[in-house]
């Protein structure tokens, strides 16, 4: 459900109103009264940004030394009007030089109005984007709100952009090379059982974009998905190439992408934005290629020793190689020291974090390394150690090599001069929460 905003009320910190709007006529005008008594004479701003008074709820925030307050009748996405409470401020800043405060609110009164229309329409978010506004809205900070710019060119650009919903890009871009960098980023999570079985594995990606094209190009992006390749394989009437499939789950994409033609086609279509932006995130849950295997080994020798084994094996290609391999294997607080044996690496204990530290710059696949350690602990009167210890944690990262087996097929641009393009692509899957129990 969209916001549905009732009104929305700009005030200092003394309570007093600099810039109201109201937006339907379910809520009185005096609405802002109540907030002042119940929640700012109070002193329950700090609480909850949400509160409800009556049959009306407010909606709060505060940016710099002024409370921006939605008032709202009825059930509303309170995301959204968060939400759309950011993105104002970015576009407010962008019309005043980066300031937002009280002072640029008394200043830029005229301009502010102006906006708020533009922004909401009967409580409803529309376009906050600084650059389409900017196309119409030419009043730049205090200036007078008749620019003396000609506006011949920029009103039928604005409309179509409006319209169109291509307002991400905007026209005349020109470059002497044309390249496109694709880069697939995944954040590997797994919980692992002492007896080296997975009680959890997930992988959360996204795909993130650089262009660098001239003109407006139409990009059409094929992935190894098996929704895609199924659909792909019924509008060409014929089987689909061997090859490993996955299934994606939870996906988000850019305002750009062509969402009817995926949903009818299963095919990632777009015109881009010029520069870096996030295409799409994803999630996968089955068929996780994880990257290592901990096999940890830690026993209690009396009251002042332990022994601890840890074999890490990579599974990835035995041409690729990981970076950055931090193992961080937890022992009891009445550690005194600790002296170990690693087959590559270096390793330490570490009293501020209660763990033994084994770091590895380069780990190839295929490999396994081996780190023993003897821990002297200081005698207590404890009778036993706690039962249950934290987790190993791991920390990597693995180039050219993805946790849930996602491959770009295809990466085509069609641009109506017909230049060449260069599309680099690389893929890298980083440990996010990586643990093994011990």
């Not at 061997?242 to 994606?248: A, D, F, H, P, V």
């Not at 080994?297 to 074999?311: H, S």
Request: charged letters at 25%; a positive charge.
């Amino acid at each position: 459900m969209p916001v549905a905003a009732s009104a929305i009320y700009f005030l200092n910190l003394r309570g007093d109103v600099l810039i109201n709007r109201l937006y339907r006529d379910d809520v009185g005008g005096n609405m802002v009264d109540a907030f002042r008594m119940h929640i700012m004479q109070t002193k329950e701003l700090g609480t909850c940004p949400v509160r409800q008074i009556g049959g009306c709820s407010f909606l709060y925030m505060r940016i710099s030394n002024v409370y921006i307050v939605i008032v709202v009748s009825s059930n509303a996405n309170v995301a959204c009007a968060f939400k759309f409470v950011v993105e104002a401020v970015a576009l407010f800043k962008s019309y005043f030089g980066g300031a937002f405060d009280e002072d640029a609110i008394r200043n830029n009164f005229v301009l502010i109005y102006e906006l708020l229309d533009e922004i909401m329409d009967y409580g409803y978010p529309q376009n906050l984007s600084p650059e389409i506004l900017k196309l119409y809205i030419t009043q730049e900070g205090v200036r007078s709100p008749f620019s003396s710019k000609p506006s011949e060119r920029a009103v039928p650009n604005a409309t179509l952009q409006v319209t169109g919903a291509v307002g991400w890009r905007r026209e005349g871009l020109v470059y002497k090379k044309n390249e496109v960098f694709l880069d697939i980023v995944e954040s590997v999570n797994l919980l692992m059982s002492s007896k080296g079985n997975a009680l959890r594995s997930d992988v959360t990606g996204k795909i993130l974009m650089k262009c660098f094209l001239s003109g407006m190009p139409d990009l059409k992006l094929g992935l190894n998905d098996k929704i895609g390749l199924e659909k792909e394989a019924q509008l060409k009437s014929r089987p689909t190439k061997s090859g490993k499939t996955i299934e994606l789950d939870d996906v988000t994409f850019h305002q750009c992408v062509n969402l009817t033609r995926f949903n009818s086609e299963k095919t990632v279509s777009f015109v881009p934005p010029d520069g870096e932006f996030e295409l799409m995130k994803y999630r996968i849950t089955e068929g996780v290629n994880l990257p290592f295997r901990v096999l940890p080994t830690i026993k209690e020798l009396g009251r002042t020793r332990m022994e601890v084994n840890v074999v890490v094996k990579s599974t990835f290609g035995a041409k690729m190689f990981a970076l950055g391999v931090v193992i961080k294997v937890p022992v009891p607080k009445q550690t005194a020291k600790a002296n170990f044996q690693v087959t590559s690496g270096r390793a330490k204990y570490n009293a501020s974090l209660d763990c033994l530290v084994w770091k590895i710059r380069k780990f190839p696949g295929q490999t396994e390394a081996t780190m023993s350690a003897e821990v002297e602990l200081i005698s207590t009167m404890a009778e036993k150690m706690a039962s249950t210890k934290p987790p190993i944690q791991m920390e990597f990262q693995v180039p050219m090599f993805t946790a849930s087996g996602l491959r770009v097929r295809f990466l085509k641009v069609w641009e109506k001069t017909g230049y060449n393009t260069v599309e680099w692509v690389r893929y890298i899957t980083k440990a996010g929460s990586y643990e093994i129990r011990c």
